[in-house]
């Protein structure tokens, strides 16, 4: 048994999560035209405003693909997707206007609660807040009216733009424009669900806010849009989570985020990434091609990505700052891990406008099989930056010999006050690093994942708790069978 | 009954044969010294009793406690009670030496049916075994023997013996790139470990570590062939005549 056996064993378990859920789905013909577009708006009885946007953003993504101006500069090779063979809506059926939860499909909870997310308000952890997207709708939201106590107002897109117009009015597209790229613009024209959050000035949010997402039907896409919007001093805490069935073919994510924080405002967005991966020999799973950017828009504001990318065939994903505001901080942490044929292409961008200030990149990138892991990051110091900082950190770890790791740091300065770092290491697990961990007790597997959990630590220390228990499972369930 | 029992013990790396029919029996309660000059075959006989796979056992037997050992995983040995503290120990970033620690202890007291230690209980015993090697209690958090000196690292390989109180513990050059002081710190350690329910094997080069241990028997090990056994004393004379004392073909050999 030689260790890149060993290794290779432990990346290859099933993936969990790839049940089926059975419930009549409301969904339109495949394809793509104006008519899905004012179908959807049709169907989510939206204000004018909002169809003229997905009408703008329709039309500009239509001339973008006549002119095959997908984007191609990213480490990733894919066939082409056909956007005519895919499903832009798709919904469980429901009754309009459900009271409680008990309106909702049985089988929808009962997935849900598969995935060990319950949306009985009873039964789920305090301080934590759920919004369950299935496919293309939100069929959930808990603690609603304990969030609206505070005046935090936490609901589905769908909701918001019923009930708070003006607010999705000001900020839709404030963070990414439809025109920002090729997915960006298909997002805005066909977005069907996602979550909003808006905490007000001077509140702490009292629990943490989260997404599940959970996409079901098959030859569909996903396309949502999150938003969240904390005001003066205000602090939200967001995380998500992802997962899909196994099914052979790829399926499209597009999702787009907007983080807006004003004046001393934090928000904190973790992302735990587990869309099914497609199998060992690379067939199916999810294309993950998504925009997250935030705004600190306000002086003294600081927003936080930390994701841990586990899952999808492919990841598409630069979740990144604009630091408008003087003294505001921008942060990134990160793991990305791609076993078997897995493809990630990932990184942030910062962009420092205000004076004095700061972030902070840390990508710890895993390649175990024949995965391929980009990290990519652009760090731009406007010329009125003056006193801005940087610092970013890049690590690679290689398990087995047949998997690839790639770093593109784009550096970009133009104020010459700006201090910055970059520091970069590759690795391999050692078989005498594992031999040691065996030789005091441990198994093979144990030694991996405590290894692995060691170079991801950084990143870990900055999930929410219960988040970091599940992120470090996830990682060993995902690297089963790559070490043998 | 032996702790350890080797019979005729042939092993390769690489295709190359370097244990060339080892016996040796060690009863419990004994300190064997193997000596021996560079190449001679110290380290692989550690590795092998360790089951590392890359050694390739040829031909042979060999009894730990009665069990079959050679047919043990590293981590079977070690939780049967078998310890290697290592010439080169090896960094593992981002894991505490606590954290590691109280998991390979865990990990062994499963193997035994006990249940695990938590944290609380945990780190007094910990606290004791550093103080004994006089390391200071900052190393507990510190990521394993990651920025360690060469002394620290070895310090704290008898600190994990310590805590994992095997019932037999190899200890492949313990002694080299430490100072009088640090080896004699390490031997302090060593001896308190000594039991007539354990047994300790000393590979070292130099007579050194053994006026600070002192075994109850030293081998020498040449050429893949265990060609002389004795007393302490044997040490002494090697420290004296060189290899080519037992083995004119070693003359000159370190």
Redesign the interface.
Known sequence: ???SNTIQDIASQEYKWGFITEVDEDRIPKGLNEDTIRLISTKKNEPGFMLDWRLKAYRHWASLERAHAEPTWAHIKHPPIDYQGITYYSAPKQKPNRKSLDEVDPEVLEAYSKLGISLNEQKRLAGVAVDAVFDSVSVATTFKAKLAEKGVIFCSFSEAVQKHPDLVKKYLGSVVPYSDNFFAALNAAVFSDGSFAYVPKGVRCPMELSTYFRINAADTGQFERTLIVVEEGGYASYLEGCTAPKRDENQLHAAVVELIALDNAQIKYSTVQNWYPGDKEGNGGIYNFVTKRGKCLGNNSKISWTQVETGSAITWKYPSVILMGDNSVGEFYSVALTNNYQQADTGTKMIHMGKNTKSTIIAKGISAGHGQNTYRGQVKIMKGATGARNYTQCDSLLIGDQCGAHTFPYIEVRNGSARMEHEASTSKI????I??????????E?AVS??I??????VFRELPMEFAVEAQKLLSVSLEGSVG | MNMLEIRNLHARIDNQEILKGIDLAIPAGEVHAIMGPNGSGKSTLAHVL?R???YEVAEGQVLFQGKDLLAM???E???EGL??A?QY???????SNAY??R???N??RK?RGEDPLDAIDFLPILKAKMELLEMDERFQGR?VNEGFSGGEKKRNEIV?MAV?EPRLAVLDETDSGLDIDALKIVARGVNAMRSPDRSIVLITHYQRLLDYIVPDYVHVLANGRIIRSGGPELALELENKGYGWIAPALAGAQ
């Open positions: 048994m030689t260790t050692g078989e005498d690093q031999f040691y961990l065996r030789q005091r007790g441990l198994s093979a144990e405590m290894i959990n060691g170079f991801c630590k950084q | 360790a590392r796979e890359s995983k590293p981590e040995a070690a939780c310890f290697m290592f120990p090896v960094e593992v970033a981002g894991i590691f620690l998991a390979a202890l990990a062994q193997y990521s994990q994992l």
